[in-house]
């Protein structure tokens, strides 16, 4: 009997047609109910602040509900997991960081999800100053003289981040490494409890990221020394960068972008992809961002996962070097 070996190749044929057409479908439906973008930091912070600009015009350019849930913990890991982890529909997204995604696989022992494997980059959002601040009360006005004080105190003066592996906590362990004080990192779940004990004087001084700290500094409640970046903010030109201040070497960006669990469909990714890049290109978008410091930066799905790959191991280097042991 003549076995036909046609049948086989037209059947996987017919199957791949289906799958194409129902992943086709799937994506000119979408969304068809809200979408979840967890933020994994507390509220009242730069990610946050961010998720929720970006939230409110999703969700009117795709006609739905972007709903904004803060899950804050672990530097941003218990939140991240949380969407590495979810069903890759399309519903559940993340605004994801340096921190999360770069500087994080080097500070912890035991991560429970892959920044690369586990995720479907859809786009940068913004690239963001961290700023030097201080509490009123700390005998200090400029980074010389902190770290003059620092090193009269060894040991003494706190620094407060958003978390173990944030970009706010490895700005302080980079100015430790690069000016060899000896300063004591209190983290938080999040930049906003963060700021809130350095205005209250729980701590000392903070690198945080501009959009929440700088409000602070206009109104007089923080002292602001420096930025992190290689170039001074437009939104603070007035302030140095702490390279200019004489810490050579020193730079520290933060960045934060939009991602989605691992295997959702690329024609979703890259629908949510062309709307977020219209978005962050809206002028009263950039010129929301720019108040606060932060650049408006968009990219595509394939750039956003390359520059994550660059980053992390830049980060792995700045962790060795500044000779901060992983929790």
């Known amino acids: ?93 993340l605004l994801g960081t340096v921190g999360t995604h770069a500087i994080n696989q080097s500070v912890y022992k035991e991560m429970s999800f892959d920044a690369v494997k586990d995720f479907a980059p859809i786009s940068l959002v913004a690239a963001v100053p961290n700023i030097l601040v201080a509490n009123p009360a700390l005998q200090a006005n400029s980074v010389q003289e902190l770290i003059a004080l620092a090193k009269q105190k060894p040991g003494q003066i706190t620094f407060a981040s958003s978390g173990n592996g944030s970009s706010i906590h490895l700005s302080g362990e980079m100015f430790k490494s690069l000016t060899g004080v000896d300063m004591l990192h209190v983290p938080y779940k999040g930049s906003g409890p963060a700021v809130i004990d350095l205005l209250g004087g729980q701590v000392d001084i903070m690198f945080d990221n501009m959009p929440s700290a700088l409000p602070h500094v206009q109104a007089g409640k923080l002292k602001a020394f420096a930025v992190t970046t290689g170039e001074r903010s437009e939104a603070a030109p007035e302030l140095p960068t702490i390279a200019e201040e004489g810490v050579k070497g020193y730079e520290a960006t933060a960045w934060f972008g939009i991602l989605a669990p691992a295997g959702t469909p690329t024609d979703i990714v890259a629908k949510l992809n062309a709307e977020i ?27 956003f996962a390359s520059y994550i790959k660059a980053e992390l191991k830049k980060w792995e280097n700045v962790v060795k070097s500044s000779g901060f042991q992983p929790i």
Not at 287 to 303: D, F
């Open 1 to 93: 009997m003549k076995i036909s070996r046609t049948l086989p190749f037209k059947a996987l044929l017919l199957a791949s047609t289906i799958v194409g057409s129902s992943a086709s479908a799937a994506a000119t439906d979408y969304p068809s109910k809200p979408i979840q973008m967890i933020v994994p930091f507390s509220a009242g912070g730069t990610s946050d602040f961010l998720a929720r600009t970006v939230a409110e015009k999703l969700g009117a350019s795709l006609d739905t509900t972007v709903v904004v849930d803060n899950r804050p913990g672990a530097g941003g890991n218990i939140g991240s997991a949380m969407v590495a982890r979810a069903k890759p529909d399309g519903y559940t997204l």
């Open 277 to 303: 890049v219209k978005i962050l290109d809206m002028p009263d978008v950039k010129k929301r961002l720019a108040g606060q410091g932060a650049k408006a930066v968009s990219n595509s799905p394939e750039e």
